[in-house]
């Protein structure tokens, strides 16, 4: 059984950093496009990045690009989102997806999904 674990959200002010990331379990390496979506309270969840199998190309919504970065580690099967710069729009909870095909930017591209962790921005 697969499972994808996220971790790094808390409380933060406007303009800090925090840095997510995502323990994937249940198989020998992460197949695929691994990716970051969040949503808001009384909103749809939207992409947010996404990184290809290999690390070499990724993905973001314009409106985080610059201030967020997607990486990942296939030894370790992770997945990370350091988060810079960030705005009180940013906060929302954030999931962690896997398996998806080339950057897929659609959440239902997306086999496996962690629990979400919450980000909250103070102003």
């Known amino acids: 059984q697969v499972q994808l674990v996220e971790s790094g959200g808390g409380l933060v002010q406007a303009g800090g950093s925090l840095r997510l990331s995502c323990v994937a379990s249940g198989l020998t390496f992460i197949s695929g496009t691994m990716g970051w979506f969040r949503q808001a309270p009384g909103k749809e969840r939207e992409f947010v990045a996404a990184?290809?199998?290999?690390?070499?190309?990724?993905s973001y919504t314009d409106s985080v690009r610059g201030r967020f970065t997607i990486s990942r580690d296939n030894g370790m099967n992770t997945v990370s989102l350091q988060m810079n710069s960030l705005k009180p729009e940013d906060a929302a909870v954030y999931y962690c997806?896997?398996?998806?095909?080339?950057?897929?930017?659609?959440?239902?591209?997306?086999?496996?999904w962690g629990q979400g962790t919450q980000v909250t921005v103070s102003s």
């Open positions: 990184i290809t199998r290999s690390g070499d190309t990724t």
């Open positions: 997806a896997a398996g998806a095909t080339y950057l897929s930017k659609v959440s239902t591209g997306y086999k496996f």
